[in-house]
């Protein structure tokens, strides 16, 4: 599990310096337009190109501090030995998701290679995108297997 923590940090370390990298470059557009008429031309397409690469690659250590969204409504009051059983029922769909999502977003980068695909304005190619998400939600697949088999113990709650 700890190389897998150490995988799920770094992603989300390059998620993180992806933002401040977009964040920097809308200031500086909209500080541009806003004063000398400058700004950067398709900022916007690599908002999103980095916004989406850096939403799959926080997603590993989501999982792995069980951070992501659940719906406990239900199971709230019932014995912890179920709650656990339906966690590690969630985790193996979640993984199954993921491996589905992985194979796709495979194709589909291999189809963007290809076809040399590329944004609007900047004719930024897509495919580099693709390359961010695959290994991340394989990752998130990988890290939700290992909870579905071995459970939630302390160790990878308090990572």
């Known amino acids: 599990m700890r190389a897998l923590e150490f995988l799920a940090k770094a992603c989300a370390l390059l998620a993180g310096l992806l933002l401040t990298t977009v964040t920097l470059m809308t200031c500086a557009s909209l500080i541009g337009r806003n004063t000398t008429g400058w700004t950067i031309i398709g900022d916007f397409e690599l908002t999103g190109v980095a916004a989406g690469a850096a939403i799959a690659l926080f997603l590993p250590l989501g999982q792995l501090r069980r ?11 019932t014995a912890p030995a179920t709650r656990e059983t339906l966690d590690r029922v969630g985790a193996a769909l979640l993984a199954a998701a993921m491996a589905l999502l992985t194979w796709r977003s495979a194709v589909g980068g291999l189809s ?3 076809t040399k695909a ?17 290994p991340a939600l394989a990752l998130t697949g990988v890290i939700a297997a290992v909870q579905a088999v071995r459970g939630f113990g302390s160790e990878e709650v308090a990572a």
């Not at 951070?67 to 009051?77: E, L, S």
């Open 112 to 114: 963007a290679w290809e």
């Open 67 to 77: 951070a992501n969204i659940i719906v406990d409504f239900f199971t709230q009051r």
């Open 118 to 134: 590329e944004t609007m304005m900047l004719g930024f190619p897509e495919w580099p995108v693709y390359a961010a998400i695959v």
